[in-house]
């Protein structure tokens, strides 16, 4: 079997399509994916929430960018460089993006790649719920930083680092 080599760009979206503005991940992945279908550096992957397994998708990557909903951030959105931690969401189904890669440490025994974590806007997340239009306001913001981040080179990332 001939092994495929892996992207080194890495999107990583999470949310549930039917709770609202939580589906702000998973269609920024869906545009994202659409908008470069024909770039084999990148990855797009989603999935309803962060689980340990997800670590080993961080193998051989250059770069992640994590893409979720958020509540607290400012509006549109906020990228925020990550560093691997060990938090209170290591031991439960849904982990932060820190403690993944806290995650990918202790299983690699070396750093992660570089991850960014992009949190767009959200307001409403009742089940049931479309995605608010303000919501889809945000997204539109998001996608465009989110290109940009794409279409960047490895160079501008700082090297991160594991917890001891």
């Known amino acids: 079997m001939a092994s495929q080599a892996v992207a080194p760009l890495l999107v990583f979206g999470w ?20 908008a470069f279908a024909a770039d084999h550096r990148v990855e797009f992957l989603d999935d309803y929430q962060l689980q340990v397994e997800h670590a080993l998708d961080l193998v051989g990557r250059e770069r992640v960018l994590f893409v979720d909903a958020s ?10 460089r990550l560093q691997a931690a060990q938090d209170a969401s290591f031991t439960t ?13 202790d299983l690699q025994g070396v750093p992660p790649p570089p991850c960014t974590l992009l949190a767009i806007r959200g307001e409403r997340f009742e089940l049931g719920e479309p995605p ?3 919501a889809l306001a945000h997204l539109d913001s998001a996608l465009q930083w989110a290109k940009t981040w794409l279409e960047q080179t490895a160079e501008q990332a700082d090297a991160p680092t594991c917890m001891s």
């Open 132 to 134: 608010s239009a303000q």
């Open 15 to 34: 949310g549930n399509l039917s709770r609202g503005d939580d589906a702000l991940g998973p269609l920024c992945i869906e545009q994202l994916r659409a």
């Open 71 to 80: 509540l607290i951030c400012p509006a549109p959105f906020e990228a925020t």
């Open 93 to 105: 189904h849904a982990m932060s993006p820190q403690a993944l890669m806290q995650v990918f440490c």
